[in-house]
């Protein structure tokens, strides 16, 4: 079991100016994280929501220090952004007698697959998977090719099991676009499960209305923002839906953190 009292951890996430609902997940899994006593001391810091990260790390008293971006893909925020407002020099940087250690982001830890199975299970008990088409829907744009890659891998992953009729990626913003999805799947049965860090302006509203859920957005802060998860099963365009929050408020995600911490270990250990 991994144990780092002499060690912090910074779990890094976007956060947004608007919406709530973005920092959530990561201040949740932060809080788990810091009851087990895994490490000395566990923070969160955002881009676009205080604490930021330039100030993270003057809250920070240790001088072993993880950190794990709490995305789903390698780009311009992991790659460009959290490298250039921590100052650090690589995968590893070593300043002023302390040593911060930078993680490969959440999404590209190996469990991402059962997560995903396990929450199209939750949200669908008791349906067969083999009568069931599985999107796994991402934003998709010219701007982000690594969000797609990372939902198609998923993709791969998932039908190379067999458990699912059809697997399949869709997107809100490029083809297959999710809004075509009754054309895409041919099963009477059909799971949608957003490939985000946290439920928000896309999962609470765009993907809704792109489904055909909502005939116009109800607001993130709404209630009925929240309640288009506890609506499932939808009966519509001839197929039964079952729509899922975000991948990244399964609270299993701490699991996964912490393989991100082992995965650095292991790679930079000699």
């Known amino acids: 079991m991994l144990s780092k009292p002499d060690s912090a951890l910074v779990i890094i996430g976007h956060g947004s100016t608007v919406n709530p609902d973005s920092s959530a997940p990561t201040f949740d899994h932060a809080s788990a994280l810091r009851a087990r006593g895994v490490f ?14 330039r100030q993270v790390l003057h809250m920070v008293d ?22 250039r407002e921590l100052d650090l020099a690589g995968p590893v940087t070593q300043r002023g007698g302390r040593v911060v ?16 199975l396990r929450r199209a299970a939750e949200i669908a008990p008791g ?34 099991r067999g458990l699912y009729a059809e697997v399949r990626s869709a997107y809100m913003e490029e083809e297959p676009l999710i809004a075509k999805w009754d054309e895409y799947s041919t099963q009477p049965n059909v799971v949608v499960v957003p490939f985000f860090i946290s439920d928000g302006l896309h999962s609470y509203e765009d993907i809704p209305v792109l489904l055909g859920l909502a005939s116009e957005s109800p607001g993130a802060a709404s209630a009925g923002g929240k309640e288009v998860f506890a609506r499932n099963p939808y009966h519509l365009r001839r197929r039964t839906l079952f729509y899922a ?10 699991e996964v953190i912490l393989q991100r911490v082992s995965a650095f270990d292991a790679a930079h250990t000699a």
């Open 62 to 83: 240790r001088d072993d220090i993880y950190v794990v971006p709490n995305f789903i893909s390698e780009g311009y925020f992991t790659k460009t952004v959290i490298p």
């Open 127 to 160: 349906i067969d998977p083999a009568r069931t088409s599985l999107f796994i829907v991402g934003h998709g744009t010219n701007l982000n090719d690594n969000s797609a890659a990372a939902a198609k891998r998923e993709v791969e992953r998932i039908a190379a």
């Open 245 to 254: 929050s975000a991948i990244g408020t399964e609270p299993l995600f701490a």
């Open 101 to 116: 250690k930078y993680c490969e982001p959440v999404g590209n830890d190996a469990r991402m697959t059962e997560l995903l």
């Open 40 to 53: 000395g001391e566990v923070h969160c810091a955002f881009w676009k929501e205080e604490p930021s990260c």
